[in-house]
């Protein structure tokens, strides 16, 4: 049988098999607003396996794989009309049919489009492949490429990963450290400092969770009071008292809680997305710095009829906008560094107010034979609650306090 012969499994093994190339080399495409092809380096055409006679004025498509969901390229493409640049994991077909994974770093520019692209090797492309394969089996039922996109933006947020830029803003970082570990390579200081913030801003939100948590726990405070109160009859009166001025301050907290961190107009998604935008832009450059190196230092590394000089003036062009775009996304940063430590002092004001009832319950529980028992009950809760706001509330400060030392350090820096 044909499925037994020797030559058959080896050329079905060789159709389905990763094609290699070195975690240090860059791929770089450029083309027209049609996505034309128009210029690339020897990486991409020896690991897509074309001449570039093949390649020159083909539609970039041509190395497309059949493994990738229609939504991705949706949204990339939307992207990119927007005048967005994106990054994406790719799946790549060769000439062969063997295939082959990039992170994709996708910019407009004047007449077209470029792509730099780097050998992803974290873990992020399994969870990757694992929504693309979602995505497929959705297409494959008759779901639009703009359901797909959707269908896309709700697995990535499933699994963690926020919202698109929040995603490749880390896919970039992450994929480019790896590889500068790797290779033995320093991480520049701009880059460095965006991540030290963006570790910053997501131990904030892990420090905001908590303690809107314990937040929540002193929520049914008031109601035991009162509840202790109307027991007490006329003994009561200053319990229910308490009850009410707590009750106001917990109206505050409340504002002050969806204020600073619901909904994506929100103190601290303002914050995290502008420092996500800095880190995304800045590791961007990076890789388009590396890619023009290689453009002025290695001379074999493009066919003879590609003009050197000129893709490296695009490149240099397109390094200008990231940098200027990096700039402006620091001033956001610094801009909402600012409101972020107004927003902790005002928490912090109530922390105060919470701290005085608590002393006002305990003066009352001593004061009470009967019901003390009681009150003692609630303002053990009080106790453990505010020391576990009051510590969390102290590190956000901390956190804040790295994020606007690092805009410091930045500014001297672009």
Not at 113 to 136: A, C, G, H, N, W
């Amino acid at each position: 049988m044909t499925e037994l012969n020797p030559q058959f499994a080896a050329e079905a093994k060789a159709t389905t098999s990763e094609a290699q190339f070195q975690l240090s080399e860059l791929f770089y495409s450029r083309t027209d607003d049609r996505g034309v092809i128009e210029a690339g380096n020897s990486v991409f055409l020896r690991v897509a396996g074309f001449e570039w006679d093949e390649l020159r004025s083909a539609p970039h498509k041509i190395v497309r794989h059949p493994d990738m969901p229609k939504g991705l390229f949706y949204l990339a493409w939307e992207q990119l009309k927007a005048g967005n640049t994106v990054a994406a994991y790719v799946k790549n077909k060769r000439k062969d049919g063997r295939f082959y994974w990039v992170l994709a770093l996708m910019s407009p520019i004047e007449g077209g489009y470029i792509s730099t692209r780097i050998k992803p090797s974290s873990d992020m492309l399994q969870t990757v492949t694992e929504i693309y394969q979602e995505m497929l089996a959705e297409e494959e039922k008759g779901m639009s490429p703009q359901a797909s996109a959707d269908l896309l933006l709700e697995k990535l947020n499933e699994r963690g990963l926020g919202t698109y830029p929040s995603f490749q803003a880390a896919a970039i970082a992450t994929e480019f450290e790896m590889r500068a570990r790797s290779l033995g390579r320093p991480i520049d200081q701009l880059q460095k400092r965006f991540l030290d913030m963006s570790r910053a801003i997501a131990q904030v939100e892990t420090e905001t969770t908590e303690m809107t948590e314990a937040f929540k726990a002193i929520r049914t405070v008031p109601m035991n009071m009162r509840i202790i109160a109307s027991r007490l009859e006329n003994a009561g009166g200053p319990i229910s008292a308490i009850s009410v001025n707590y009750s106001q301050m917990l109206e505050e907290m409340s504002t002050w809680v969806s204020t600073f961190v619901d909904g994506d107009a929100c103190v601290f998604a303002r914050i995290r997305d502008a420092i996500l935008q800095g880190q995304f832009l800045g590791f961007a450059m990076a890789l388009e710095q590396e890619m023009i190196e290689l453009l002025r230092n290695n001379v074999n590394d493009f066919p003879e009829e590609i003009d050197r000089e000129a893709e490296t003036k695009v490149l240099d062009k397109l390094r200008e906008k990231y940098l200027e775009q990096t700039a402006e996304a620091l001033s956001s940063v610094e801009n909402e560094a600012k409101r972020f430590g107004r927003s902790v002092l005002d928490m912090k004001r109530y922390v105060t107010g919470l701290s005085s009832t608590r002393m006002m319950c305990k003066i009352e529980s001593a004061s009470l034979s009967n019901s003390g028992t009681a009150l003692s009950g609630i303002v053990d809760q009080l106790d453990d609650c505010q020391n576990e706001i009051e510590q969390r509330l102290a590190r956000i400060v901390e956190l804040n306090s790295v994020i606007q030392g690092n805009t410091s350090m930045l500014r001297s820096l672009i």
